[in-house]
């Protein structure tokens, strides 16, 4: 069974500031690798996802992710935050070719500073 | 426009009753799944369907119940015997296959129990 652990529960930063959200996984297997977000009281939507190929992935809102087998990460980052980026950032990852559900790492609350 | 909509957004019962949250899809996806979201939990598994007339207990199905007469319909039952109902709920959907497909969101159902 494959697992994800996101290493900071909250990050803080300042706006203007880089960031990076760390995730790692583990699986002996080839998996899809998925970040979402969560604006306050509102559902998850996709930031962006990593299937095959290329490992820089580039999302939505200016992020982008780097998949890295041999460390078994997915970390996302963004080169300058802004105000509105504050929200739960959600790794996930499923089995590829496997079971189509995937787990979800606990999340990191990304708090941008002004 | 194609999502998922549940209903309602805010909801108070009291201790003993049972309760149902409502999620309906135009997303003509296969799979329909029910998340709870506790504060630094993540995102835990309640149920999931891959098809009509079908459907599986996730992690922590306890205390819940579901039903998938239609497609489009996922609604889910929160019974007295569930010991701590209090929490956002989350119903998403998803393509039925092996392939690299996200999950898509709700807005959440935030149900209160006094």
């Known amino acids: 069974a494959q697992s994800v652990t996101q290493l900071d529960s909250q990050v803080p930063v300042f706006e203007e500031a880089p960031v990076e959200l760390r995730c790692n996984y583990s699986s002996s297997v080839s998996v899809y690798l998925f970040w979402y977000v969560q604006y306050p009281n509102q559902g998850l939507q996709l930031l962006l996802k990593?299937?095959?190929?290329?490992?820089l992935v580039k999302g939505i809102n200016g992020f982008e992710a780097e998949f890295n087998k041999s460390q078994t990460s997915f970390h996302l980052r963004k080169p300058s935050v802004h105000i509105s980026d504050t929200a739960e950032y959600f790794c996930a990852v499923r089995l590829s070719g496997g079971s189509y559900i995937p787990t979800f790492g606990r999340g990191t609350s990304l708090i941008v500073h002004p | 426009d194609g999502g998922i909509t549940q209903s309602p957004k805010y909801l108070f019962r009291k201790e003993g009753q049972n309760v149902t949250l409502s999620c309906e899809q135009n997303l003509n996806h296969d799979a329909m799944y029910w998340y709870r979201q506790d504060p630094g939990q993540g995102l835990r598994l309640i149920y999931y369907?891959?098809?009509?007339?079908?459907?599986q207990k996730g992690d922590i199905a306890e205390g819940y119940s579901v039903s998938r007469e239609k497609k489009e319909s996922f609604p889910l039952t929160v019974t007295s015997a569930q010991k701590n109902p209090t929490a956002f709920y989350l119903c998403?959907?998803?393509?039925?296959?092996?392939?690299?497909?996200?999950?898509?969101f709700g807005p959440g159902t935030r149900l209160t129990v006094l």
């Open positions: 998403a959907s998803s393509i039925r296959d092996r392939g690299g497909n996200e999950q898509f």
């Open positions: 369907s891959q098809i009509v007339n079908d459907f």
């Open positions: 990593y299937l095959s190929g290329s490992t």
